[in-house]
Structure formats: C-alpha cells, structure tokens
C-alpha cells in the first residue's frame, strides 16, 4: 500500500471519528439527535453556528440517515453505495482537513 493510499485512508477513518464524536457530543447536551434541520430556524445566529458544525458531522449524519431508510423505507442498494460514496468523500476532506490543523498547530508531525 502506498503512503498516499495510507494517508487517504487515515483521513477517511479520522473524519468519520470527529464527525461521530460530534453527532453524539451534540446529542449529549442537547437531547436529541443531530441533523440537517438545524438550518430551518431561518435567518438566525444559532443557524449560523450550525454551519460549521454540520460541515464536519455530515458524514455521520449522512450514514444513519441512509442506513434508517434502508431499514424503515427498504431504500434501493444503488441509493446506500452512493450515499456511502458521498459520505466518505466528506469524511476524506474534513479529516484531511482537521489534520493539517493540527499539522498547523504542531501538535501532530
């Protein structure tokens, strides 16, 4: 396996973390599960502060979102690989993100 190859994998697997580790921070405090819908309060500051939060738990929300469907709606194989496709490449560039913050800030070589 090549060091790129490594490193994407790295990424994928350290999005998803933050991005689970985010959904169930917010629904420890909150009370309820994390979801898009937090953008439909309108123009309002607690909808701006969703934004950032929901670009790095996407990926988690994405997942249980499809994976419920597949069970409640019996949604199609071809919607789950596409979901999964998508969910993964969020999670790639939020964990290639977060990592080179932390690259940024010396914490990590």
């Not at 689970?20 to 898009?36: I, T």
């Not at 929300?61 to 979901?83: D, K, Q």
């Not at 993964?88 to 800030?105: I, K, Q, V």
Request: charged fraction near 10%; hydrophobic fraction near 60%.
């Amino acid at each position: 396996m090549t060091p790129e190859a490594l490193n994407t994998f790295f990424s994928i697997g350290i999005g998803f973390a933050l991005a689970g580790a985010l959904v169930n921070g917010y629904q420890a405090l909150a009370q309820r599960p994390a979801g898009f819908g937090l953008l439909q309060d309108g123009v309002a500051p607690k909808t701006f502060a969703a934004v950032p939060f929901l670009v790095f738990a996407a990926p988690f929300i994405i997942m249980r979102n499809t994976l419920r469907g597949v069970r409640v709606e019996s949604r199609r194989m071809e919607f789950v690989m596409m979901a999964t496709v998508i969910a993964a490449f969020w999670s790639m560039m939020s964990g290639t993100f977060f990592l080179m913050t932390l690259r940024a800030a010396g914490l990590l070589v």
